[in-house]
């Protein structure tokens, strides 16, 4: 997660601040907007199907090990 860029990370234990982000990304659909495509996007770019499948294939190969 990337405060701002792919969500709200709220200070540990502030239940106040868990608050003011649910609010502000209710409240904002912009903001939410934006969020989500920024997540589509990361998740496209950084883990793509292919990529994955190399990962899971790379620990399979270490546990049989």
Known sequence: MRHGVTGY???AENP???AKGIIELLEDND????????CRQIAEID????LQA????EIY?????
């Open 9 to 11: 990370l709220a200070k």
């Open 16 to 18: 106040h601040d868990f």
């Open 31 to 38: 903001k939410r907007a934006g969020i989500s495509r920024n």
């Open 47 to 50: 883990y793509p199907i292919e």
């Open 54 to 57: 190399k990962r899971y294939i």
């Open 61 to 65: 190969q270490q546990l049989l090990k």
